[in-house]
C-alpha cells in the first residue's frame, strides 16, 4: 500500500460566515493548508473556486508539485447544468487540476435522470477536454442504499459510453462533508455505502470524503477500492490522531 499521505485531498472547504473566521482569516487558513501539503507531501489540496488562482500563483512560486482541486456546485448540487459549466471554466482557467462536482441527486430522486444524465456527459466533456480530473459528488447521506447503487451506475454509464479510455479521470465520491443528517446519522463516507459505490463504479476510481477519522478508517477504506480521500485533517490522520468532526 502507498503511503497514507499519497491518497490524501487537504480540504478545506468553509466559508468565513460558517467558520466565524473573517475574510483574512480564512485566506491564512488556505494559506496554511497549502504549506502544509507541500511539507507533508499531500497529493492536492481542495479548496472552494475563488481561492484556485491564489493557491495556483502560491505552488508556482515554491514550484510545488501538489495539485489543486476545487468544487463545483457546492454543496447543495441543484445548481443549472449553465451554471456548474461556467463555474468549472474559472476554475480551469484559473489553475484548477481536480473539480468536484456536486451531481444535482436532488433532480435524481425526483426521477429527472435526464437531466442529470446531462449534467455528467456536459460538465465530464470540458474537464476531461481540458486534461483534468473530474469527480462527482453523489451525497450518500441524502440516498438510500438502492439510489446510491443507482446513481453510481448511471455515472459509470454515462462515462464508460462517452469517454472509453478516460475512465481513470472520472471518480465517484461520497460526500460533500455539509449535509445535516437527522440523529446524528454519519453524513460521510461509510463502509457501507463505500462498498456500494465500489461495487457499481466499474471502471471508475472511488473517492471517499467526509467520516474518515484516523488512519485505520483510512486504511480500511482503501481496502474497500478508494483510492483518494477528502479530509480537513489530513496530517493528522498521517500522523497516526484520531478526529473528531465530520470531515
Known sequence: MKALKNYMDSTYLKKPEQSGLSEQE???????????????????????????????????????????????????????????????????????????????????????????????????????ENGKVAKWIIETAALTDKQIADITSLIRDVVEWNFEGKEANVFVKSSTGFYKTEGDKPNGATPENIKIMAEHSGKLPVKAAGGVRSAKDARDMIGLGVTRIGTSSAKKICDGEKIDGSY
Open 26 to 128: 480564512t485566506y491564512d487558513k488556505v494559506i496554511d493548508l497549502c504549506k502544509e501539503a507541500i511539507v507533508e507531501g499531500f497529493y492536492a489540496v481542495m479548496i472552494r473556486p475563488e481561492y484556485v488562482s491564489i493557491v495556483k500563483e502560491f505552488f508556482t512560486k515554491y514550484e510545488a508539485p501538489t495539485k489543486i482541486g476545487t468544487v463545483i456546485g457546492f454543496h447543495e448540487g441543484t445548481y443549472s447544468i449553465e451554471d456548474k459549466l461556467a463555474e468549472a471554466k474559472k476554475a480551469i482557467e484559473d489553475g484548477a487540476d481536480d473539480l468536484d462536482f456536486v451531481v444535482n441527486y436532488e433532480a435524481f430522486k425526483k426521477g429527472n435522470i435526464d437531466l442529470v444524465r446531462k449534467e455528467i456527459e456536459d460538465c465530464t466533456r470540458l474537464v476531461l
